[in-house]
Structures are given as C-alpha cells and as structure tokens.
C-alpha cells in the first residue's frame, strides 16, 4: 500500500469509489498510529506564599505515566521532568515583563541490581553532562517515586526583592517531560508520538500568601555554659 497507488487507481473514472474507500482506510489507519491516546495532566493544586525575602510556589501535578515510559524506565533509559516558573509584571501598555524564571529538573532512575527508583533533583536545568549538585531520594517501587515528582513543595522561584510592591504580577508555571534528554535515537523515535507527552501549564496572579520564617529559640546560658 503506497501512495503512488493511490494516485493511480484515482485517475481511473472506473474504480474511482474503492480508491476513495482504500484512500479513507489509510488516513484512519495513520491517524490511530501516529495520534495514539493523549496523556492527561493537570495542575491540581497551586499555592504561592512570600516571605520577607522569598517567593515559595507549591503545586501538585496529576498525570498518568504512560506504559512505553514506564517499559523505557525498566530497561535502564533514564526519564527528566522539568518544572519552569516565570514570574511576569503586568503592563497596560506592551506585553508583560518577564522578571525572572525558575528552573528544576529531576531525573528519574530504575536500579536493575537494587531493583529501586534513583530520583535526583537538581538547581536549574540540565546543560553539561553529569547530574552535578543534587538533592538524592530512592524509593522502593515506581508509585512512590512519581509520587514525589508530582508534588512540588515551597520550592523558591524568586527573591521577594524582584516584586514591585505597588505593580501586579503573575507567574506561568509549566511541567512536562523533557524528551531532549533521551538518547539520540529515542528521540526520533518518539517524536510526534502523543502518548509521550506529558506537560501541563498554568498562569495564576502573584497574590502571595505572607509568611513567616522560622526562627530559632535563643539559647539559654545554662546550655552556652555547659558547651
């Protein structure tokens, strides 16, 4: 079936109908190959708070991880999620001003011999090799894992120093997986297949809850004495 066929048997008045029909068959059938289903997420949860000297944003992120990821996961090939914030200061009169942006990017890891889940999480996005600095979790089982990389908490997007106490901010933030960070013939593998995609955004006023840091008790004599 190619599609020079198609053309020739569509020049010929007398069997003009079945080409149509072998011509509609073969757009369903490209269309159920290359559509495929289209992974649900969404931002369930989003919630900003500002301290005297930070902008924290906590969300939960709902999604299903598609099969062909989780089989990629089992056979060794790592998975990168990456979570942006921009910050935007509204303007009446040209498009918003983009203030600053946040980055985090974890990497999802399956260990054949411990048979557990590697998750780092790290500062920024992912630009030379090696995972640098990170933040290190394992876990028992995949559940687990994409648990922990569905919600986001108090993570710091912006110095409270960049927000302009009387102008009207908002901030966009986006979640998805990073298929770029896939080995090279992964990524012209899966490209255009919807059953990949896994992202989501979501745009909410900077109407920031005020809190408070902690602060420590003071120490009392008795136990600065006794050191």
């Known amino acids: 079936m190619t599609t020079t066929a198609f053309i020739t048997h569509f020049s010929k008045s007398a069997s003009l109908k079945p080409a149509i029909g072998r011509a509609l068959a073969f757009c369903i059938w490209m269309a159920l190959v290359w559509t495929g289903p289209v992974q649900a997420a ?10 005297e000297e930070t902008v924290y944003l906590s969300a939960n992120v709902r999604f299903e991880l598609p099969p062909v990821v989780e089989d990629a996961l089992l056979k060794g090939i790592p998975m990168f999620f990456v979570a942006e914030a921009d910050i935007y200061r509204d303007r009446w009169y040209w498009y918003d001003k983009r203030i600053t942006t946040a980055t985090r990017t974890l990497r999802l890891a399956y260990q054949p011999l411990t048979r557990r889940w590697r998750l780092n999480v790290l500062s920024g996005a992912i630009s030379v090799p090696g995972l640098r600095a990170s933040l ?5 089982n995949l559940p687990d894992a994409i648990a922990s990389i569905q919600r986001i908490s108090r993570w710091r997007i912006a110095d409270a120093a960049e927000i302009e106490p009387e102008a009207r901010h908002s901030v966009q933030f986006r979640f998805r997986l990073d298929l770029s960070q896939l080995p090279r013939p992964f990524q012209i593998g899966v490209a255009g297949q919807k059953d990949w995609a896994i992202a989501v955004e979501e745009s909410r006023q900077l109407v920031a809850e005020t809190i408070r840091e902690a602060v420590p008790p003071p120490r009392d004599a008795a136990s600065e004495a006794s050191k």
């Open 42 to 51: 969404e931002v369930s949860q989003m919630r900003l708070e500002r301290s």
């Open 136 to 140: 290190t979790q394992t876990y028992d």
